[in-house]
């Protein structure tokens, strides 16, 4: 009974981790509570299966290992894969440059012509760099600690993780409509 449950609690974990989303919203933006808002964008014309297909394109050709990185797969309803990013934060402190990767898990829920992504930050990290912390109330929420000083919320910071995040949303929806007409420039005479 008891490993039942802690395969259970195994399988449910990251789910809640993505899934923590309230609401919707126009893009994503990171709060000191991680990304908790998802995204949905309506995609007119294309079925569920379409969408999934892109998605797994995009993956393929975008994730690295992308077949190992597939953290949960129901076909046609809803993908979930982590994703690394090298060197995907930088920020400079003393006249020093600091960089951490990021690990995050992305999820798309197809419904109805529609992907909701939601995506949650697992960690970031760097062998060179100090730590990265998210810990604290909002105004206590700190990126790096260096030399014993607590650094404050870094607006750089929270761009370059938008940005990451942003992207995802950007790179599907090319995938999804790759198929698009794009019209002829118009020529001036």
Known sequence: MKSLLAGLLLVLIPFVSVSQNSGSADKFSITPEGFTQSVIREYPGKTDSALYESIILWAKYTIDNYE????RNVPYEY????????????LKDNGETYQWDVMMEIG???RDQEIRYDIGLVEVSSPDAPPFAFEGAPNEWSFFDNDGKTRSFNKK???QINMI??????SVSAYVNRDAEIPAEESEE
């Open 68 to 71: 190992e990185a597939i953290v």
């Open 157 to 159: 910071s929270q761009e």
């Open 165 to 170: 995040a942003n992207n995802v949303i950007r």
């Open 79 to 90: 993908l979930e894969f982590r994703m690394f990013v090298p060197q995907g934060i930088a």
């Open 108 to 110: 798309f829920r197809l």
